[in-house]
């Protein structure tokens, strides 16, 4: 099986953004065979809207901010509301509830995990084991799992966790559970990844709901009610509220 992890928001404990105060971590569980039917669809959907010459790369942040400096040009077509209105829908139709696939996802409350620990985990680290027990229970058979590389010193520090846990178990497996079932790839953002870029628009709109923005996503992201029926098991919600 393949899995495409994505993140959405950073992992800073210290210099907490209030208006996204979130950390999450998602994956896209999916057969190879029907990936390959995704991977087609997002495609054609990109040369559709986009008019991809194979090197544009769909970003929540730069679909949602193409003023940004840093977006590629091509999402100016995302200030129309209109053509935003009909990707959305047009993403959620041949995409979300076409293809078979299942999402896992961690979300971590900042704020209250550097307010609960004198020494909380990392974030990313702490979302990847508890996607690593989710993968291997929902996933079938083999899992390569393919993450995008944030840099040459997180690239490393995510290796070395991943070989720890391979080591010592996770949660709910054992390290050699953890290692006949699973590998771990990183992919350099430029390969064009679709499976990377599908989760992201996924993650990001979770995360969004969950901050309580629904009613501002109409037309405006993907739908959550559609990408809440490929949930594997409800997200994981860290520090959980007290009852």
């Given at each position: 099986m393949l899995i495409f992890v994505d993140e959405t928001g950073d992992h800073d404990l210290v210099n907490i953004d209030p208006q996204y105060?979130?950390?999450?971590l998602g994956a896209i569980l999916i057969e190879e065979n029907e990936y390959l039917k995704m991977d087609a669809e997002v495609k054609i959907i990109k040369?559709?809207?986009?008019?991809?010459?194979?090197?544009?790369i769909l970003h929540?942040?730069?679909?949602?901010?193409?003023r940004d400096k840093r977006s590629d040009?091509?999402?100016?077509?995302?200030?129309?509301?209109?053509?935003r209105s009909a990707f959305y829908q047009n993403f959620d139709?041949?995409?979300?509830k076409s293809k078979k696939f299942k999402v896992t996802a961690c979300f971590i409350r900042k704020q209250t995990m550097a307010d609960k620990y004198v020494y909380p985990a990392d974030p990313y680290h702490f979302s990847f084991e508890n996607l690593l027990n989710r993968i291997i229970r929902y996933g079938n058979g083999f899992n390569v799992i393919h993450?995008?590389?944030?840099?040459?010193?997180?690239?490393?520090e995510l290796l070395s966790e991943y070989e720890r846990l391979t080591k010592v178990g996770i949660h709910s497996y054992s390290a050699e559970t953890?290692?006949?079932k699973t590998t771990l790839k990183l992919i350099n953002k430029k390969e064009n990844m679709n499976g990377l870029q599908v989760i992201d628009l996924i993650l990001s709109c979770l995360a969004r709901k969950g901050m309580g923005k629904k009613d501002k996503m109409v037309g405006n992201d993907l739908n959550p009610r559609?990408?809440?029926t490929k949930l594997a098991c409800p997200p994981t919600i860290f520090p959980g509220k007290k009852k």
């Open positions: 105060p979130l950390f999450g040369r559709e809207f986009f008019k991809d010459d194979g090197t544009f929540s942040s730069e679909l949602k901010r193409p040009r091509r999402n100016s077509i995302m200030l129309d509301p209109k053509i139709e041949r995409i979300i993450t995008e590389k944030r840099g040459p010193e997180l690239d490393t953890l290692s006949a559609w990408i809440e």
